[in-house]
């Protein structure tokens, strides 16, 4: 069965934020730490890239990029809001 959903009246506004930590640090475990923020207008949150080519990386750490979708229902977000 398909269903229609319509789609959100205000746009979303996205951040990447990027960050060495070390290897051992599973992308769910970062995931988890994002979550336990409890931010209420955080819509979507995903991992772009895990980069650890040893030609740049810092010895045990890797780079990692995420995505964040940020959405209030009622109003159009501003800069320092997202």
């Known amino acids: 069965m398909v269903r229609a959903v319509t789609p959100p009246r205000y746009p ?3 951040r990447d934020v990027s960050f060495w930590i ?3 640090v599973p992308a769910g475990g970062q995931r988890e730490a994002f979550l336990t923020a409890q931010e209420p207008l ?3 949150l995903a991992v772009l ?3 650890q080519d040893p030609k740049y990386t810092p010895p045990g ?3 990692m990029l995420w995505t964040m979708t940020y959405r209030a229902d009622d109003r159009t977000l501003t800069d320092a809001e997202v």
């Open 12 to 14: 979303a506004g996205t």
């Open 61 to 63: 750490k890797k780079g």
């Open 22 to 24: 070390d290897q051992a």
């Open 42 to 44: 955080l819509r979507e």
């Open 49 to 51: 890239e895990e980069f």
